[in-house]
């Protein structure tokens, strides 16, 4: 059952991504951290940031790996079966079949398979495989905006108008709505979070940012155990991520197109959050008045560089975000990470500091 709070009482977010790779019939230690967390008497919400399901997504019935999206998605509604909040899950680009042409289908399917696994419940937002944007009122005070980043940067089918069930049907329109309602919100006082897998920056990977490492050893950019040394030709794969960019990184041309309008609107709003899945790591990054949270390692973890001009905190550690919101307007940002020893159920606090 879902719940609005009310306006004199804090209201908790936890944002928690890329949650896909899960064992997917075992309990996860991250879904049991988070759910210590879960408290009846404490207004929240989940937000899931995307690839949900590793590697490609939801497949047709009777494909080989159509049964272990099944019970991921299953292990997902365990861990939440009992939680009294709100739950909102957004698409990954491993959700769309990494991109893929066909990826529309496959995003359709996870959509009816979760609403399905929660009673009818509409919990995946945007709807339809659309680009959003969709507006969540949480709380008398928080507004969760929907975004799926993917949209933009996925091949074949991209639906969009109201043939599809969609809200906009135009890329300009999506834009015109996001500022319609950050605009509205803030006349109304009210916080506004968004939230779409791909961040708006970053200090890992998708963001550019390689170590000595990956120009010696670069497989290790897909696998850390691949460490086969190609010095001098090495350095092309990740110059070639930081200059060029596969279609999941910054630098490719739509991402970054993307990113640019994004970044244009957001700072013309001072204290919005916009959180993001996608990198396998931790990241807090406070610029031109914003607040931009990385959480994507719900079930991987990948380095994230530790000399960012405007990083506040960055960690490689499986874990998550929790954002809270108080009546007085105060928003205290804190960063769990799983407790390997399983001494500590709620997991360890690895940062946390008011940001609002």
């Not at 996608?278 to 973890?301: D, P, R």
Request: net charge positive.
């Amino acid at each position: 059952m879902s719940i609005v709070s009310q306006s004199n009482v804090p209201f908790e977010v936890f944002l928690i991504g890329d949650t896909g790779d899960i064992h997917p019939t075992k309990p996860d230690p991250v879904l049991q951290t988070l759910r210590a967390h879960f408290n009846p008497d404490q207004a929240s919400a989940v937000v899931f940031l995307g690839d949900n399901i590793y590697p490609r997504g939801m497949p047709p019935k009777g494909t080989l790996l159509r049964r272990n999206a099944e019970n991921t998605m299953k292990m997902h509604f365990e861990a939440l079966k009992d939680y009294h909040g709100k739950v909102v899950f957004i698409a990954g680009n491993h959700d769309w079949n990494k991109g893929r042409k066909d990826g529309y289908d496959y995003i359709v399917r996870q959509e009816k398979y979760i609403q399905k696994l929660f009673e009818g419940r509409n919990v995946f937002l945007p709807s339809n495989g659309c680009p959003g944007p969709v507006e969540l009122e949480v709380s008398p005070r928080l507004t969760i905006v929907a975004l799926d980043t993917q949209w933009w940067l996925q091949k074949g089918l991209r639906p969009i108008g109201k043939q599809y069930g969609c809200r906009v049907s135009t890329e300009e329109q999506f834009f015109e709505q996001l500022i319609e309602i950050l605009d509205r919100n803030k006349r109304e006082n009210k916080h506004s979070l968004v939230v779409g897998h791909h961040p708006v920056y970053s200090y890992a990977i998708h963001g550019g940012k390689f170590q000595l490492k990956h120009h010696i050893f670069p497989l290790t950019i897909y696998d850390q155990n691949a460490w086969l040394p190609l010095p001098g030709i090495g350095s092309l794969l990740p110059l070639y991520r930081k200059f060029l960019g596969a279609r999941e990184d910054m630098a490719h041309p739509r991402y970054r197109r993307l990113r640019k309008k994004l970044k244009e609107i957001l700072c013309q709003y001072p204290d919005l959050i916009y959180a993001a899945g996608h990198e396998h790591n931790l990241q807090y990054i406070c610029k031109h008045h914003n607040h931009f949270i990385v959480s994507g390692s719900g079930s991987k973890v990948k380095y994230v560089v530790q000399d960012g001009k405007y990083l506040r905190f960055g960690e490689k550690v499986k874990g998550f975000f929790k954002l809270r919101y108080d009546p007085d307007g105060a928003v205290y940002l804190s960063a769990w990470a799983v407790d390997m020893s399983r001494k500590l159920d709620k997991g360890r606090v690895v940062f946390e500091e008011q940001i609002i």
